[in-house]
């Protein structure tokens, strides 16, 4: 098996099973507020004044927001480029979603580093074809 097809297969893998949607696999949408999204790609952006940014891909700002965690959740749910999402009112609530989502991702980061291993051993490409995968399936790790 080559790398490429390694990647396919994992591919495949993610086509036919699915992966877990944020938010709505991670925190149900009681007592939450809508914001709009702006159906471009989000980028976790630098602090600025104690807010942290959160950039369109051409550089705008979209928002800017209180803590890391409220800004991973935006980038998060803005993964299928939804035109809308749900935040929680309780800031608690959104890093308990943020950090289980993150936990999911690293599980899969986990699942196919172990299986690339052991298909390629002695090989050191695992970190770039873990990551083309990631970013095949669209899915972010900040």
């Known amino acids: 098996m ?3 097809e390694f990647i396919s297969y ?12 944020f938010p709505q696999d991670f925190i149900p949408a009681n007592d939450s507020q809508t914001i709009n999204l702006p159906g471009k790609t989000l980028l976790l952006g630098k602090e600025f004044f104690g807010d942290i ?9 979209f928002r800017q ?19 809308q999402t749900y935040i929680p009112d309780d800031e608690i609530k ?8 993150e936990d999911y991702i ?17 090989e050191k490409n695992q970190k770039t074809v873990v990551n083309n995968i990631l970013r095949a399936i669209n899915l972010i790790r900040y």
């Open 94 to 101: 959104i890093s308990e979603a943020v950090n289980s989502y």
């Open 10 to 21: 994992w591919l495949n893998n993610f086509q036919h099973e699915g992966i877990r949607d």
């Open 65 to 83: 927001v209180k803590s890391i965690h409220f800004a991973k959740y935006i980038i998060y749910a803005n993964r299928n480029l939804p035109s």
């Open 2 to 4: 080559k790398e490429r």
């Open 53 to 61: 940014e959160i950039l369109t891909i051409d550089g705008l700002v």
């Open 106 to 122: 690293d599980s899969i980061i986990r699942l196919i580093g172990t299986d690339y291993k052991k298909k390629f051993p002695g």
